[in-house]
């Protein structure tokens, strides 16, 4: 083998080592080939008294391969540095996830108090209604038509809003529930993991 | 020669080949030829270790038209060969007792 093969070999094997190191090496080997022949010794002698190929190549391998392994940074001691930040950072984002959660249950009581007073007006449309029409028999019967008659348009003034009022409210506290029964899915499924 | 042996020697025995002046590669594995066998890859992680630990330094310098590196001995390198001398000079002791012909203790 030549001088060029010798390294050309050597550089192919090792491609895909980080290239300074080779280099490094190489450069080493070529000088010790090339005291050897100005000694007078033959270029293809030279080359093989600096060993095989294929040795120097697996030796350089795994030198090569060590000093890597020893830079790379431990997987787990970053893992441990990130919960280690946790802690540290307690203080600041235990109180910001309390107060986003109080802000969570304070909507969610709002929301409740919304549909309530909802269902009052419904609650006190029809009492006004039935109320108002039972005023307005009495007020038929005791012989006054005209006020018993405005009365009862009234009071079923108030009976078709309440019918209304009825159909909005179910519809916002079904809505409410199904956010309520989604929101606890999610908290079960999250507890049962 | 034991291996475990032969590696302690052979760092002590690089510096020795370069502490009387500055030396070269291939003309180290000759000097040292007939008393040890140094190949190539050897002698380069030998080389590397030394300068690591600071006992040569390296110099590129010209040479017949092409580079040449060439190893100088630093002053810890030269405290290691005293070093070496004085852990061989205990080492001769015991080799004395062990090879020691007859103990007192056999004569009955």
């Known amino acids: 083998m030549t001088k060029l093969d010798f390294i050309m070999t050597l550089h192919k094997k090792l491609s895909d080592l980080p290239q300074e190191e080779v280099e490094e090496r190489l450069r080493f080997y070529t000088e010790m080939i090339e005291d050897r022949m100005e000694e007078g010794i ?111 348009g009234a009071s079923a003034v108030c009976l078709g809003l309440a019918i209304f009022l009825f159909f909005g409210c179910k519809a916002l506290t079904d809505a409410t529930v199904r956010l309520t029964a989604k929101l606890f899915q999610r908290r079960k499924k999250e507890e049962a993991k | 020669m034991d291996i475990q042996l032969k590696r302690g020697l052979l760092d002590v025995c690089v510096l020795a080949a370069i502490k009387d002046e500055a030396s070269y590669g291939y003309k180290i594995i000759k000097d040292l030829n007939p008393y040890v066998a140094l190949s190539e890859s050897t002698l380069y992680t030998i080389l590397k270790r030394l300068e690591a630990a600071n006992m040569l330094t390296v110099r590129t310098a010209e040479h017949g038209g092409r580079l040449r590196k060439y190893y100088r001995i630093t002053p810890e390198g030269s405290k290691r060969i005293e070093e070496f001398k004085e852990e061989w000079n205990e080492i001769l002791a015991i080799y004395r007792f062990v090879t020691k012909e007859g103990s007192d203790y056999d004569k009955a």
């Open chain 1, 42 to 152: 033959p270029e293809e002698e030279a080359v093989a008294a600096v060993g095989s190929v294929d040795e120097i190549a697996a030796q350089i391998q795994a030198e090569v391969s060590a000093v890597k392994t020893q830079k790379e940074p431990n997987k787990k001691q970053r893992k441990g540095g990130q919960i280690a930040l946790l802690i540290l950072g307690s203080p600041l984002w235990v109180p910001l996830l309390i107060a986003a959660f109080a802000v969570g249950l304070s909507l969610y009581v709002s929301l409740w108090s919304v549909i309530i007073s909802f269902w009052a007006a419904f609650g006190s449309m029809v009492a006004c209604g039935v109320a108002g029409l039972v005023a307005s028999i009495g007020m038929a019967l005791g012989g006054d038509p005209m006020s018993s008659l405005a009365l009862a």
